[in-house]
C-alpha cells in the first residue's frame, strides 16, 4: 500500500541555477475543491506577501454553508460579507480556511532538496516522499510528488517546477480520493491594482463575539416580537426546569435583535460527533474540520485515527448525503488504525463526515430551524445546553450577545478568545456577579452572573460594566 522509497534514486539531476523556487510576491489564482468525488465547489484567491482575498462558498463553522462570499485578510485583520451583499463586514478571529491561504505559498522544502537529497525532506517532514512523474496543471509543468506514512494516507502534491506552489493537492485514503483541490489558472503577476485588499464602499464593520449568521440576519428585521416569540419557543421545547432557566432579557433600543441559536448536546463519555448535532454513542466515530495535523506538508491534510477522521480544512456543502467507503477489508489499514475501519461512513447534507457501524445509523437528530432560532431535539436533566442571542447596532457596527449557559464553562463559551478577569461586582439581586474582558478578535465587555444551576454572561464591543450589569439586574 505504501510505495517504495527506493523510487526517490531515479530523480533527476537538479537543473543549473534552479537549486531553489524562483521567487513569486503576487498571484491571482482560480480553481476548484470537492471532497469525496461530491460536487466541485469553485473558489478565486489573490495573494500578495501580507494580504490575501479569496472568494468561494466555505462554510464558517457550520453556518453560511453554499452562500458565496469574500475573506480579506491584511495586517488589520481578518474580514468576510457576503459577496451579493457587501453592505455589512464581520470580523473574524482568524482566516476560516488557512489552506486556502498557505495554497498560494511555495512548499516547504527548497527545490534542490527533491532533486538533490529527498532524504532530508523525509527526515524532516517524517513521510516517505516519492516522485511519481511530471505533469502540466494551470499550463505549468509541474513535479508529482506523494507523501506517506504508516497509515492508510496518501498526500500527492503536484508542485510547480518554477515557483514551488502545490497548484494540485489530493489526498487518498486507502487508495480512495478523499480531498481534491485543483488551481485551473495560476497567474503570478508583478503588483496588484489600487484597492484589490480593501473594503467594499460604504461598509459597516461588524466587531464582538457574534455568529457568522449575523452576515444573513443583519438583513433581515425580527423585532422585539420576534426575540420574544424565539425565546418562548424555546422556553417551552426546553426539557430542563420546564424552560425557566431560559430568560428575555431588555436590551438598549439602538440594538437590533438578529437572532438566537440554541445548543443541546447529551452528555456522553464516548467520543463526540463534531458540529453535527448526532448523539455520541459506542457504535459511532465522527469526523473533525478544522485541526491542521503536525507534519503533513500542507494544510488541508486528512488524518485518519481509531476515534475518527481529521481533516485540516472546514467542510464544504452539498446538497445530499453521499457513501464514502473507507476499505475495512485493507488488513494493513486496520492493523495501523489497531482497530478494524468502520465499513459505513457518509457526508451529511452540512458537508461534514460521519462514520457508523452498519445498522446503528438510526436514532441520530439533526438540528433544526424555527424562524431565526435555531435548535436541537430536548435532552434531559443532566445536558449541556446553550441559548446565545445577538444583538447589532446597524449604525456603527457594535454588538451586544447573551448567553445563557448551563453545565457549560466560560472557558467553552468562549473558546478562542482570550479572557482578562474576573474582577467582582456587588449586585443587589445576585450571590454571585463578576466583570472581565475579551481581546479576541477585538475588546469586549462582559458581565457573567450565576442563577441556580444557570450562568448568564452579556458581552458587548460598546456597552461598559454598569450597562451590562443593568441589563442582568432587570431580568
Not at 88 to 94: D, G, I, K
Not at 115 to 121: A, C, I, K, R
Not at 342 to 347: A, I, V
Request: with cysteine; charged share 20%.
Amino acid at each position: 500500500m505504501i510505495a517504495n522509497i527506493v523510487a526517490l534514486v531515479a530523480f533527476s539531476a537538479s537543473p543549473v541555477g534552479l537549486d531553489d523556487w524562483q521567487r513569486v510576491d503576487n498571484v491571482r489564482a482560480a480553481g476548484f475543491e470537492q471532497v469525496a468525488g461530491g460536487k466541485p465547489h469553485p473558489f478565486t484567491v489573490v495573494r500578495s506577501r501580507d494580504s490575501f482575498l479569496y472568494n468561494f462558498s466555505r462554510d464558517i463553522d457550520g453556518q453560511l454553508a453554499g452562500a458565496l462570499r469574500t475573506e480579506l485578510g491584511t495586517p488589520k485583520g481578518v474580514f468576510t460579507w457576503l459577496a451579493g451583499d457587501p453592505h455589512f463586514v464581520l470580523r473574524l478571529p482568524y482566516p476560516s480556511a488557512p489552506e486556502f491561504v498557505e495554497a498560494l505559498l511555495p512548499v516547504r522544502f527548497k527545490r534542490k532538496e527533491v532533486f538533490q537529497s529527498p532524504g532530508d525532506v523525509e527526515r524532516r517532514m517524517q513521510k516517505k516522499v516519492q516522485k511519481q512523474g511530471e505533469q502540466d496543471v494551470a499550463s505549468h509543468d509541474c513535479l508529482v510528488l506523494s507523501f506517506s506514512d504508516r497509515t492508510p494516507l496518501v498526500q500527492t502534491l503536484w508542485v510547480d517546477e518554477a515557483t514551488g506552489f502545490a497548484l494540485k493537492q489530493e489526498d487518498s485514503v486507502s487508495k480512495q480520493v478523499v480531498y481534491d483541490r485543483t488551481l485551473t489558472n495560476f497567474d503570478p503577476i508583478s503588483a496588484f491594482e489600487a484597492g484589490t485588499f480593501e473594503f467594499p464602499q460604504n461598509s459597516v464593520v461588524i466587531r464582538g463575539f457574534v455568529s457568522p449568521q449575523i452576515l444573513a440576519w443583519a438583513n433581515m428585521r425580527h423585532g422585539p416580537q420576534q426575540y420574544q416569540s424565539d425565546i418562548a419557543i424555546l422556553k417551552a421545547t426546553s426539557g430542563i426546569e420546564s424552560g425557566l432557566w431560559i430568560h428575555q432579557m431588555i436590551v438598549p433600543p439602538n440594538f437590533e435583535y438578529m437572532g438566537t441559536r440554541h445548543f443541546q448536546e447529551l452528555r456522553s463519555e464516548e467520543p463526540p460527533v463534531a458540529d453535527s448535532g448526532l448523539p455520541a454513542g459506542p457504535a459511532q466515530s465522527f469526523a473533525s474540520f478544522g485541526g491542521i495535523p503536525a507534519g503533513w506538508s500542507e494544510v488541508g491534510q486528512v488524518v485518519l485515527r481509531p476515534e475518527g477522521i481529521f481533516f485540516g480544512f472546514s467542510g464544504i456543502p452539498d446538497s445530499q448525503p453521499r457513501g464514502l467507503f473507507l476499505g475495512a477489508q485493507d488488513p494493513d489499514a486496520a492493523a495501523a488504525l489497531q482497530q478494524p475501519i468502520l465499513p459505513s461512513s457518509y457526508f451529511g447534507p452540512d458537508g461534514h463526515v460521519y462514520r457508523l457501524d452498519q445498522g446503528e445509523q438510526n436514532g441520530t437528530s439533526q438540528g433544526q430551524e424555527n424562524g431565526s432560532v435555531e435548535q436541537n431535539a430536548s435532552p434531559p436533566d443532566s445536558s449541556q445546553s446553550s441559548v446565545r442571542s445577538e444583538f447589532l447596532d446597524k449604525k456603527t457596527g457594535d454588538t451586544l450577545t447573551i448567553l445563557q449557559l448551563r453545565n457549560v464553562s466560560l472557558r467553552d463559551a468562549f473558546l478562542g478568545s482570550r479572557i482578562i478577569g474576573p474582577n467582582k461586582l456587588v449586585s443587589q439581586r445576585y450571590k454571585e456577579m463578576n466583570a472581565f474582558e475579551l481581546r479576541d478578535p477585538v475588546a469586549m465587555k462582559a458581565v457573567e452572573w450565576r442563577d441556580g444551576a444557570t450562568d448568564y454572561v452579556v458581552v458587548s464591543t460598546v456597552l461598559d460594566y454598569t450597562a451590562l450589569q443593568s441589563i442582568a439586574e432587570r431580568i
